[in-house]
């Protein structure tokens, strides 16, 4: 079975700086896909950003970027020029290529972005 | 507006007291999903279904049951709620077999006493 280990509970960082949140996995598939979740206080579910296993480039979408490292099973995400809006909940998540669409998620990193 | 709807928001009912969370989208998606999210321990998939008339247990499905009676509707249903299931509740669709990322609803709390 496939687990995802975020092993920082919390984390502050101050506005403008730049955060880096981690994440680890285990699974022995070869294809497979990875996410970060975003959890504002609204509580909702947003997609922050994702990986294709298969491809070596890592992903990034403005501020936000990816450490995909597939030999370490490590999966961080960066944020730059970090934002008060950026306070939220963080999920790391797993989904298998092979079959069906079940996400794997880590414990969550609460992230809070000081003024 | 593509969404997935999910009701009541919050919910605080009685040990034993039978209920409902309803959910429903509007993307035509053939997977749905529920999850619960506790502290410590990220979201958790209780039940899932990969179309109409097609569900299966996921990693926490005890006191829980599904239906898929109609491809955008996927209510979860406590028989017999204990506080055990007090918890924040997320339902979640996919277009099935893609790697897009699942669209959540808003959630629902739910309190057991």
């Known amino acids: 079975a496939q687990t995802v280990t975020q092993s920082q509970p919390e984390m502050s960082v101050q506005e403008a700086e730049t955060v880096t949140l981690s994440c680890t996995y285990d699974?022995?598939?070869?294809?497979?896909?990875l996410f970060w979740y975003k959890q504002p206080p609204s509580r909702q579910m947003i997609l922050v950003i994702r990986?294709?296993?298969?491809?070596?480039q890592n992903a990034t979408e403005n501020r936000f970027s990816v450490n995909f490292q597939k030999a370490a099973k490590s999966f961080s995400l960066k944020i730059s020029d970090s934002q008060l809006g950026d306070t939220a909940m963080y999920f790391c998540?797993?989904?298998?290529?092979?079959?069906?669409?079940?996400?794997?998620f880590g414990a969550g990193t609460i992230l809070r972005v000081k003024s | 507006e593509a969404q997935v709807t999910q009701n009541p928001r919050y919910l605080i009912t009685v040990t034993g007291k039978k209920l409902t969370v309803t959910c429903s989208q509007n993307?035509?998606?053939?997977?749905m999903s529920w999850y619960r999210q506790d502290p410590g321990l990220g979201l958790r998939q209780i039940y899932y279904?990969?179309?109409?008339?097609?569900?299966d247990k996921g990693d926490v499905p005890e006191g829980y049951k599904v239906s898929r009676k109609e491809k955008r509707n996927f209510p979860l249903i406590l028989e017999s709620p204990s506080p055990n299931q007090t918890s924040l509740y997320f339902c979640?669709?996919?277009?099935?077999?893609?790697?897009?990322?699942?669209?959540f609803g808003s959630g629902t709390r739910l309190t057991v006493v």
């Open positions: 998540a797993f989904m298998k290529r092979s079959y069906g669409n079940k996400l794997v």
């Open positions: 699974t022995s598939e070869n294809n497979y896909y």
């Open positions: 990986q294709e296993a298969y491809k070596q």
């Open positions: 993307m035509n998606h053939e997977y």
């Open positions: 279904s990969m179309n109409v008339e097609v569900t």
């Open positions: 979640a669709s996919a277009v099935q077999g893609r790697s897009y990322g699942y669209t």
